[in-house]
């Protein structure tokens, strides 16, 4: 069916390190890709976006790339901060107004 | 930066009560929707209402939830017989930037919903 997987958390990592959380997705057509990240305590907020095949969305430092071949969306930070500990959903929305499909969230805490 | 805003943000009932969500959408925008999250587990999505109608909804939004545009700044969302099941972070968001064409998805902070 039409959905989204993303590696399961707890990833707990130290500061500065690098970071990939794998995300894929499974659909029909070419959806747009986004991920969201929600600190504690808090509500979603859009991290970064991609609406086609290629495109590289970024934001703080974040990057992910909007891959066909492999329908995968995996974002990456190249020195992770503690400030990133948070919950990070990967999703994808077919048209414009359309509902959002969300991953089940990675949670990522980063040691100092 | 206009932000969509949520009330209360933690709610509680009993079982079998009334509950109503209140959302303040961002002003210029025409998409609306909920989603739930239940606590540990993904997003996900219940109903959107554009053009003063539902324009999709979700197996889970079922008859005992409705939504409601009573004026030209709330949306709301009743559920009206409340189960236990239905304790969850309720989450509005708003799109459709009629003054940018962007249809990017805002999300509010959420409310709490804990049923007894």
Known sequence: GNSVTQMEGPVTLSEEAFLTINCTYTATGYPSLFWYVQYPGEGLQLLLKATKADDKGSNKGFEATYRKETTSFHLEKGSVQVSDSAVYFCARRYSSASKIIFGSGTRLSIRP | ?116
């Open chain 2, 1 to 116: 930066e206009p932000e969509v805003t949520q009330t209360p943000s933690h709610q509680v009932t009993q079982m079998g009560q009334e509950v109503i969500l209140r959302c303040v959408p961002i002003s210029n925008h025409l998409y609306f929707y909920w989603y739930r999250q239940i606590l540990g587990q993904k997003v996900e999505f219940l109903v959107s209402f554009y053009n003063n109608e539902i324009s999709e909804k979700s197996e889970i939004f079922d008859d005992q939830f409705s939504v409601e545009r009573p004026d030209g700044s709330n949306f709301t969302l009743k559920i009206r017989s409340t189960k236990l099941e239905d304790s969850a972070m309720y989450f509005c968001a708003s799109s459709g930037d009629t003054g940018t064409g962007g249809y990017e998805q805002y999300f509010g902070p959420g409310t709490r919903l804990t049923v007894t």
